[in-house]
């Protein structure tokens, strides 16, 4: 199986980016584990980080024939995109979603995702290792598909 991470807006920037509230470990910090993690699970994984909302929507149509899974963090689009929210339901597979924080300890506009209608897992405020907890949880359920 394939499983595609996806990060959106200002994610490039995690270790520099509010340490206080997303940590001190970079997006290729996060790669990095979710990778070593794939493959003892032995699945693939495909990741990305994108600023345009347009980018993220090509990406999930990518998955309809690449991937079994998709774990996303829509960073900011989370809370406005009813595009991201459509191509999530143009695609078959599994999706997680997935907040470093614990959005909804946050501000009110935070508390609202367009995303988790669709999803079959939400993650908010594990930090960076909520990626490695999503991912094992798609490993599960494919394996029992
Ligand atoms: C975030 C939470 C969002 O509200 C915020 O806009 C982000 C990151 C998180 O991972 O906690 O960019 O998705």
Wanted: proline share 3%; hydrophobic share 40%; with cysteine.
């Amino acid at each position: 199986h394939t499983i595609f991470i996806l990060n959106g807006p200002n994610l490039n920037l995690l270790g520099k980016r509010q340490p206080d509230i997303y940590g001190a470990e970079t997006l290729a910090d996060v790669e990095a584990r979710c990778r070593a993690l794939a493959e003892s699970l032995g699945v693939t994984v495909a990741f990305f980080q994108s600023n345009h909302e347009g980018v993220i929507i090509d990406t999930i149509h990518r998955a309809r024939e690449e991937a079994a899974a998709i774990i996303i963090n829509p960073g900011a689009f989370t809370h406005t995109s009813v595009a991201i929210l459509d191509a999530l339901n143009a695609y078959d597979g599994l999706v997680f979603e997935c907040h470093i924080s614990n959005v909804h300890k946050r501000e009110p506009f935070r508390h609202h995702s367009y995303v988790s209608g669709r999803a079959d897992g939400v993650m908010a405020g594990f930090g960076t290792e909520g990626y490695e907890l999503c991912l094992r949880r798609a490993c599960s359920l494919l394996s029992k598909a």
